[in-house]
């Protein structure tokens, strides 16, 4: 344990001060002798004479007292300007006492330990001092103790001081732990005040509270959100974790269901394959293996095989020396098999085995699987000449070295599918090791550099390089932007595109290099880089701030990033805050944007100089994390993320969810079709549905639109019976179909509906996996929101062909069962308000109008149908206008191009039109 020094000081001076702050000088209280008076620089300072590993002062000559004078009562928080010494992490901590009043210097009740301060606080006068901060030590800066989230004393946040109006003066006391620890003042500022370094250095009051803003909707997101598993989560070092299946038109992922999620203790641990069929989005989910207990790392790794089959594999983390895998033959997935890599690997294995990737090289007939695996848990791969059907061991990629840590690195790959592998990776585990970022690839049996030269001439034995072998792509301590340096790096995807180019998403933890342990102590902020080979040097672009970790053991889980795997210039991150605030070649100290994590694309024009965003997911009402993009074409895109809550990695609330887009696709407005008892039905007998004030039966509640919402288990535990409403088609077509309910506000609000086109396929919706429905979706005026309490959302079930016009049955049902639970029927906060069925036709594009320009020469404009921009947010819809004279061997000739949809129409003038006439055509342009 580190020495500590426990500053407690008694100050009896009266101090006054108008407003909403009091500063203290801190050498102007009663000091105990082991506190001594320092100047230098023109300041005035407290520091200890002595070390004290304890967790209280222990004596009386280590405290301060101070007699402090409030202006008004009320409830504050507690500031300190201070200096951690050279010592850095052995020179960062004091006491404070818990509230007012004298002490027992050795009660441990009455003191709060403030510990890591080496990296917080404000310097700059304008920062507003609210957080962690992150200035480091060798500095004087000011530090918010009430919200400081590092501070090792496990108390609920803020810390506050409340003042009563008969007792404006206060005792309050403080007490030394580390001799390099410098005080130069202390300030109490008005809780939820806005402080800047500024304000508190002359003792002024605080900025007002904002008042909070009126309720927004909340899950709004760009596009049209598909709900693929109502129950999963993965890790991120396990890929291909979805994949598309171009000739059978499914789109096939994997996950791993959470005890504290939908469904409960029976999808606890399951690893689970969705198939989802691209023609009707309809998902159809299978259980592969309960073999583990829930661990997000246990998520499997897809390949289509050139058969048309599936292989899933998949293995536990660090449980045994197997990976296991099933076969997809097109109907069912096969038996499990495993693959033993203790009876493989020549002289057996040490180490158990974690994660799986498997990629297809068609020029040697060879699908590889990288694990983790044995010598301090190296990347190993087995290799297979028959698609996956059997499996010999081939070979290791690094060789680990003594005193690494956990592990030898961490690796993600990228394959072309022909002749090369790419991967970057790290030295260690990021808590174990200042870890940078390096990039390889393998090829026709041997390992590279970036550049080309030769690693390792044969990857299939075990005589190995180490990772920092490899081309270095980020290094450990870079400084970017300025006052920025980056530690411990980790890796999030990375991509090799057809022109050589290179790119990849890394994050790091910002001005913070001390590991602390497992499970992790220190929480230290993030920033995101993105990385790319121009095909003669990598260069790193700032992105944003990553943000702090997900969950309290892990100090590097962030929300990590994908790359388009089309398009080099196109990423995806995860975070809070919002990188279009970010200034180049500042300092980023903007404050999260968002209290949960939002997905957001950018795209660079410039090679990655800079990047313009665009929010995929907003003010949602839980975390977006983890998106990934599979291969797929260039008129398609999908994206998949998990949404939710995250406990850990053994524990989550999440559902896996995404977009899915064709951009020769144009979406129609939505039109909504009032669910009622004229067009809902009983499922199981056809009877048309009755409504009553009876237990476990559909209820009438006024309100919502056409003024009716069926609603069960609103206030009570029940379970109404399954019903099922018919919606009329006007013509024939392909129709996107979604459910409307209803969602409100609140922590504990989880309100949901089950819906699907037949019985036995239906999905559980929650409002926290759907999306706010919106005015500018739909051709009529709609009710969306009660007073901004509930709103109304959007279950998207999925998509239905008509050959002519006719109806459409969509099964409706509660599920009243509480979360985490099997079968526990709860009411009120799993309710279901069920109020109607909305449609759109999936429309391709045309002319619609052609019309002379009033008040011109003969201008014509043309119009034709697309899809608005906050429909779409994957594809961006171009469009060329072209003219010809005949339709006879015609010479079609660009007019227009470049075209940017406008919304569900846009137009071209045709200025100079010919005299004669013309025929128009409107095409995508790529």
Same mark, same amino acid.
């Given at each position: 344990?580190? &020495?500590?020094?426990?500053?407690?000081?008694?100050?009896?001076?009266? !101090?006054?001060?108008?407003?909403?702050?009091?500063?203290?000088?801190a050498?102007?209280? #009663?000091?105990?002798?082991?506190?001594?008076?320092?100047?230098?620089?023109? !300041?005035?300072?407290?520091?200890?004479?002595?070390?004290?590993?304890?967790?209280?002062?222990?004596?009386?000559?280590?405290?301060?007292? @101070?007699?402090?004078?409030?202006?008004?009562?009320?409830?504050?928080?507690l500031?300190?300007?201070?200096y951690?010494?050279s010592?850095?992490?052995?020179?960062?901590?004091?006491l404070?006492a818990?509230?007012?009043?004298?002490?027992?210097?050795?009660?441990?009740?009455?003191?709060?330990?403030?510990?890591?301060?080496?990296?917080?606080?404000?310097? /700059?006068?304008?920062?507003?001092?609210d957080?962690?901060?992150?200035?480091?030590?060798?500095?004087?800066?000011?530090?918010?103790?009430?919200?400081? #989230?590092?501070?090792?004393?496990?108390?609920?946040?803020?810390?506050?001081?409340?003042?009563?109006?008969?007792?404006l003066?206060?005792i309050?006391?403080?007490?030394?732990?580390?001799?390099?620890?410098?005080?130069?003042?202390?300030?109490?500022?008005?809780?939820?005040?806005?402080?800047t370094?500024?304000?508190?250095?002359?003792?002024?009051?605080?900025?007002?509270?904002?008042?909070?803003?009126?309720?927004? &909707?909340?899950?709004?997101?760009?596009? /049209?959100?598909?709900l693929?598993?109502?129950?999963?989560?993965w890790?991120?070092y396990?890929?291909?974790?979805?994949?598309?299946d171009?000739?059978?038109?499914?789109?096939?992922?994997?996950s791993?269901?959470?005890?504290?999620?939908?469904g409960?203790?029976?999808?606890?641990?399951?690893i689970?394959?969705?198939?989802?069929?691209?023609? $009707?989005r309809?998902?159809?989910?299978?259980?592969?293996?309960?073999?583990?207990?829930?661990?997000?790392?246990?998520?499997?790794?897809?390949?289509?095989?050139?058969?048309?089959?599936?292989?899933?594999?998949?293995?536990?983390?660090?449980?045994?020396?197997?990976?296991?895998?099933?076969?997809?033959?097109?109907?069912?997935?096969?038996?499990?098999?495993?693959?033993?890599? +203790?009876?493989?690997?020549?002289?057996?294995?040490?180490?158990?085995?974690?994660?799986? +990737?498997?990629?297809?090289?068609?020029?040697?007939?060879?699908?590889?699987?990288?694990?983790r695996?044995?010598?301090?848990?190296?990347?190993h791969?087995?290799?297979s000449?028959?698609?996956?059907?059997?499996?010999?061991?081939?070979g290791?990629?690094?060789?680990?070295?003594?005193?690494?840590?956990? +592990?030898?690195?961490?690796?993600k790959?990228?394959?072309?599918?022909?002749?090369?592998?790419?991967? !970057?990776?790290?030295?260690?585990? &990021?808590?174990?090791?200042?870890?940078?970022? @390096?990039?390889?690839?393998?090829?026709?049996?041997?390992?590279?550099?970036?550049?080309?030269?030769?690693?390792?001439?044969?990857?299939?034995?075990?005589?190995?390089?180490?990772?920092?072998?490899?081309?270095?792509?980020?290094?450990?301590a870079?400084?970017?932007?300025?006052?920025?340096?980056?530690?411990?790096?980790?890796?999030?995807?990375?991509r090799?595109?057809?022109?050589?180019?290179?790119?990849?998403?890394?994050?790091?933890?910002?001005?913070?290099?001390?590991?602390?342990?497992?499970?992790?102590?220190?929480?230290? +902020?993030?920033?995101f880089?993105?990385?790319?080979?121009?095909?003669?040097?990598?260069?790193?672009?700032?992105?944003?701030?990553?943000?702090?970790?997900?969950?309290?053991?892990?100090?590097?889980?962030?929300?990590?990033?994908?790359?388009?795997?089309?398009?080099?210039?196109?990423? @995806?991150?995860s975070?809070?805050?919002?990188?279009?605030?970010?200034?180049?070649?500042?300092t980023?100290?903007?404050?999260?944007?968002?209290?949960?994590?939002?997905?957001?694309k950018?795209?660079?024009?410039?090679g990655?100089?800079?990047?313009?965003?665009?929010?995929?997911?907003?003010?949602?009402?839980?975390?977006?994390?983890?998106?990934?993009?599979?291969?797929?074409?260039?008129?398609?895109?999908?994206?998949?993320?998990?949404?939710?809550?995250?406990?850990?990695?053994?524990?989550?609330? $999440?559902?896996?969810?995404?977009?899915?887009?064709?951009?020769?696709?144009?979406?129609?407005?939505? =039109?909504?079709?009032?669910?009622?008892?004229?067009?809902?039905?009983?499922?199981?007998?056809?009877?048309?549905?009755?409504?009553?004030?009876?237990?476990?039966?559909?209820?009438?509640?006024?309100?919502?639109?056409?003024?009716?919402?069926?609603?069960?288990?609103?206030?009570?535990a029940?379970?109404?019976?399954?019903?099922?409403?018919?919606?009329?088609?006007p013509?024939?077509?392909?129709?996107?179909?979604?459910?409307?309910?209803?969602?409100?506000?609140?922590?504990?609000?989880?309100?949901?509906?089950k819906?699907?086109?037949?019985?036995? %396929?239906?999905?559980?919706?929650?409002?926290?996996?759907?999306? =706010?429905?919106?005015?500018?979706?739909?051709?009529a005026?709609?009710?969306?929101?009660?007073?901004?309490?509930?709103?109304?959302?959007?279950? @998207?079930?999925?998509?239905?062909?008509?050959?002519?016009?006719?109806?459409?049955?969509?099964?409706?049902?509660?599920?009243?069962? %509480?979360?985490?639970?099997?079968?526990?029927?709860?009411?009120?906060?799993?309710?279901?308000?069920?109020?109607?069925?909305?449609?759109?036709?999936?429309?391709?594009?045309?002319?619609?109008?052609?019309?002379?320009?009033?008040?011109?020469?003969?201008?014509?404009?043309?119009?034709?149908n697309?899809?608005?921009?906050?429909?779409?947010?994957?594809?961006?819809?171009?469009?060329?206008?072209?003219?010809t004279?005949?339709?006879?061997?015609?010479?079609?000739?660009?007019?227009?191009?470049?075209i940017?949809?406008?919304?569900?129409?846009?137009?071209?003038i045709?200025?100079?039109?010919p005299?004669?006439g013309?025929f128009?055509?409107?095409?995508?342009?790529?």
């Amino acid at each position: 344990m580190k &020495p500590t020094l426990i500053l407690a000081c008694t100050l009896c001076l009266v !101090i006054k001060a108008a407003g909403a702050s009091v500063k203290i000088e801190a050498e102007s209280g #009663t000091l105990g002798s082991r506190v001594a008076v320092g100047m230098a620089g023109g !300041i005035t300072y407290i520091y200890p004479l002595d070390n004290n590993t304890s967790y209280v002062p222990g004596t009386s000559n280590r405290v301060v007292t @101070y007699q402090i004078q409030f202006p008004e009562p009320g409830v504050y928080e507690l500031y300190a300007r201070v200096y951690v010494g050279s010592n850095s992490w052995n020179d960062d901590s004091f006491l404070v006492a818990n509230g007012f009043g004298a002490k027992s210097p050795t009660n441990t009740a009455d003191w709060i330990l403030m510990n890591n301060l080496a990296i917080a606080g404000y310097t /700059n006068s304008a920062d507003v001092v609210d957080g962690n901060g992150a200035a480091g030590w060798g500095v004087w800066k000011w530090v918010n103790l009430s919200r400081f #989230t590092n501070a090792g004393h496990g108390r609920s946040l803020p810390i506050l001081f409340e003042v009563p109006a008969t007792q404006l003066i206060q005792i309050f006391q403080m007490g030394t732990r580390e001799d390099g620890f410098n005080i130069d003042a202390l300030a109490f500022g008005t809780a939820g005040y806005i402080f800047t370094v500024a304000d508190l250095e002359a003792g002024r009051d605080g900025t007002p509270p904002v008042p909070p803003p009126e309720p927004k &909707p909340g899950n709004y997101v760009t596009g /049209n959100l598909i709900l693929f598993n109502d129950n999963g989560g993965w890790c991120w070092y396990q890929d291909e974790r979805a994949v598309i299946d171009v000739g059978g038109n499914k789109l096939v992922t994997g996950s791993v269901g959470s005890g504290a999620g939908t469904g409960g203790s029976p999808r606890n641990g399951a690893i689970e394959a969705v198939i989802c069929d691209l023609h $009707t989005r309809v998902c159809n989910r299978s259980v592969l293996s309960t073999r583990f207990g829930c661990d997000d790392h246990n998520a499997p790794a897809f390949f289509v095989r050139p058969d048309g089959k599936y292989i899933a594999i998949y293995a536990g983390h660090n449980n045994d020396m197997f990976s296991y895998y099933r076969i997809y033959d097109g109907f069912s997935w096969l038996p499990e098999q495993g693959f033993d890599w +203790n009876a493989n690997i020549p002289g057996g294995c040490v180490n158990t085995v974690t994660y799986s +990737n498997p990629y297809f090289l068609a020029a040697e007939n060879r699908l590889y699987n990288f694990a983790r695996c044995d010598d301090y848990r190296s990347p190993h791969f087995m290799i297979s000449t028959n698609f996956g059907d059997t499996w010999a061991f081939g070979g290791q990629i690094v060789t680990g070295t003594a005193g690494v840590g956990y +592990n030898s690195g961490y690796f993600k790959y990228s394959c072309n599918g022909i002749d090369r592998i790419d991967f !970057i990776c790290t030295e260690a585990h &990021p808590r174990d090791v200042q870890t940078s970022i @390096y990039h390889g690839y393998i090829s026709n049996g041997m390992s590279f550099r970036t550049d080309g030269t030769v690693v390792d001439t044969n990857i299939f034995d075990q005589i190995c390089p180490i990772a920092s072998d490899f081309q270095l792509v980020f290094s450990n301590a870079t400084v970017m932007p300025p006052g920025m340096t980056n530690y411990r790096c980790w890796n999030s995807d990375v991509r090799r595109y057809p022109d050589g180019t290179i790119v990849c998403i890394i994050h790091a933890r910002i001005n913070q290099f001390a590991s602390g342990g497992y499970p992790d102590t220190v929480d230290p +902020n993030h920033s995101f880089f993105y990385c790319r080979y121009d095909g003669t040097n990598w260069r790193a672009t700032y992105l944003c701030q990553a943000g702090h970790k997900l969950y309290s053991d892990e100090a590097d889980y962030v929300g990590l990033g994908c790359v388009d795997p089309h398009d080099p210039n196109v990423i @995806y991150i995860s975070t809070r805050y919002d990188p279009r605030e970010v200034k180049p070649d500042q300092t980023d100290t903007n404050p999260p944007a968002f209290q949960f994590r939002e997905i957001w694309k950018g795209v660079t024009t410039n090679g990655g100089l800079t990047f313009t965003w665009t929010a995929i997911t907003y003010n949602s009402m839980c975390d977006n994390a983890r998106p990934i993009m599979p291969a797929w074409d260039p008129f398609h895109r999908a994206l998949l993320w998990w949404r939710g809550k995250y406990f850990s990695a053994h524990s989550y609330d $999440t559902a896996i969810v995404g977009l899915i887009e064709n951009v020769t696709e144009i979406m129609t407005p939505l =039109i909504y079709v009032d669910a009622s008892t004229n067009n809902t039905f009983l499922a199981a007998t056809g009877e048309q549905l009755w409504l009553s004030d009876q237990p476990s039966q559909w209820h009438l509640r006024t309100g919502g639109n056409g003024n009716t919402i069926l609603a069960s288990a609103d206030f009570v535990a029940e379970d109404a019976p399954l019903i099922k409403t018919l919606v009329f088609l006007p013509s024939a077509g392909i129709y996107d179909i979604w459910v409307n309910f209803w969602g409100t506000f609140g922590s504990s609000a989880d309100w949901r509906i089950k819906a699907g086109f037949s019985t036995n %396929q239906m999905q559980i919706y929650r409002q926290g996996s759907c999306q =706010i429905a919106r005015p500018e979706d739909y051709t009529a005026p709609l009710v969306f929101t009660n007073n901004l309490t509930n709103f109304l959302y959007l279950a @998207y079930v999925g998509r239905v062909t008509l050959s002519e016009p006719g109806p459409v049955e969509v099964f409706i049902d509660d599920y009243p069962v %509480q979360t985490g639970t099997a079968s526990t029927l709860v009411g009120g906060s799993a309710r279901t308000w069920y109020d109607g069925i909305s449609y759109a036709l999936v429309d391709s594009l045309r002319i619609v109008k052609a019309e002379l320009v009033p008040g011109t020469p003969g201008q014509l404009k043309i119009t034709w149908n697309s899809t608005p921009p906050h429909r779409s947010s994957l594809v961006t819809q171009r469009f060329a206008v072209q003219r010809t004279s005949s339709l006879v061997n015609p010479e079609w000739v660009t007019i227009g191009n470049d075209i940017v949809s406008e919304g569900y129409t846009t137009s071209f003038i045709d200025t100079n039109p010919p005299s004669l006439g013309a025929f128009y055509r409107v095409v995508f342009q790529q």
